[in-house]
């Protein structure tokens, strides 16, 4: 049976006003039904992981709300840290926490903020995964391109391994639009998703091979985790990790090394980056609009491929609009061309410069 | 010196969200300063009416809003009407009390809710239409058209009076596109801004000419309006008037015996009828964007000729985007392409046939 560990971090601030420091979008149900991005990321594991094998990895702000959202989740499985060390620290923590309690575990590792259809599909490639893990390949899932996309890191793959798995001969970071196009054209390359799965005592020896100082420091809050010490040995052990991303701190080191596999995805996928992506990732009505909140309070009038997201319970009137986001929110509105969706971010940084944090 | 009537009348659902029924477009603020249409109506009349000569006819739902905004009217000149009878009943009704106080008395009746720019110039064709109205004239002022628009009533100019007047030939209703493309080529017609000057005794005469029966109810009421009778007789008389505009009771009638004047002028002039039309006569910044009410919460990247109006006290952020009105208010929201600021009555009268009319 296979282990899950879900990463809750982060806040989504392209996805601002609606995704906020305080309730990242993970909180949020951005996924056509009344299911938040964190729920729907456990309903797709029904089949995979029993709810006793789903672990999340989280930060002080949202352990509370995270375990309201997932009941089925046991609570010694929603391991909190005390500040954010990045993804290379939390995947750890969750591998060896868990070789604890079951040396042979193979886990996989997910965002808690990606849309994923197909489920079934979903499933399947996850089997592929565990079938690469078990041959103690660190394993990925790649996303097989729809267009030369510049905000995603890229697996460069190599010769055929067991079953659908490919040996991913290098990993790149996010390209130009240039080197990005030739990626695609090439049919060689794939994007990261951000799903891994491993043999948990695979990634621990690799971690320990690429970087012994966090491996040391993850395997003494690991061993004190289950005792009266977590506290103490997280106060004196947890800052010093070195903040880093899986990708760098180990699965680079393991791909130059032939140690990483990747199963091709063709499955839909988003990271639900921006809210133009948010369109893009689910359904939408007749006019190509997606409607998300307090859709009954919404009146449009010949808008078209508009994305409104609507949560301050107000009348919402759109006329004779086309591409346009607009995001309603009790104490800050956003309209915006879709095709900017990305700038955003950079509303977010100059809102926190002129004092007007408090709504970010 | 001129007596003034203010016709505070309307609801303006042009400008919803920002107009409501509850606070008509008069009352607000958009005239580019804190001084609402009202207000500024008043302001612009220094020098050619004082407080005392200046009369407001409105409703029973604005009288005491009226009364604040414009504490140096006094009080027994704010007439308000039991129930709306158009223009033509509202203007007698003031025309007829002023002239039980002043059998001499010149008039001119304004509208609460238009921006007019160029006050000397505004002054100037005040007094040439006060120099026609004391020949007797019912005289109006003409704007010589910026454009062929459909959304005014036109005035056919005849031969030249005294000073600038000219006579008007004929009252012509809102035309359509083609007629009025060709009535701004001829040179001869003028928009009808719906601003009269007249001597009450030549106005009173000619209602009584044209319409005996509303001349006779608006005689009996002005009789008792200063006495312990007003409100019987109102009860008595008022709702069996004639409801009908000043220009097709009285104007359209006495131009067919020759007795109307108008006064070409070409000052800046809008009835503010629409978002559209309020970006167009107010000054705007170095984007052509017009922001009105919060302003230092409105965050805009890359954005032009747009008109954002904020009241709701939020942050409204705005990206990539050109000609769209945006209208923040705390119970709705607009956003609307500029050229279809018009559609805004057409979703008023879509949320009142849905049931959301609380914010209408």
Redesign the interface.
Known sequence: MLYSTILAGGSGTRL??LSRASEPKFLHPLTGTDRTLLQATVDRLDGLSEPGHVYVVTGTAHAAAIARQLPQVPAENILVEPSPRDSCAAISLASAIIALRDPDAVMAAFSADHLIGDEPRFAAVIMQAVAAAQQDYLTTIGIRPARPDVRFGYLKTGDQLTGEALRVAEFKEKPSLEVATGYVQSGQYLWNAGIFVFRVQAFLAELERCKPALSAGITAIAAAWDTPQRDSVLAETWTGLEKISVDYGVFEGAAAAGKVATVPADMPWSDVGDFHSLGEALPTDEHGNLLIGDQD?V?T??VKDAVVVST?N????????QD?V?V?T????????R???Q??K??VD??RA?G?GG?I
């Open positions: 601002w006003p309070k009146i009038r010949d301050a107000r009348v919402v009137a759109m006329i004779g609009l346009v607009v309603d009790p104490d800050a509105l956003l309209v915006c061309a095709d900017r969706a700038e955003v950079q509303v100059d809102l002129c007007e709504c």
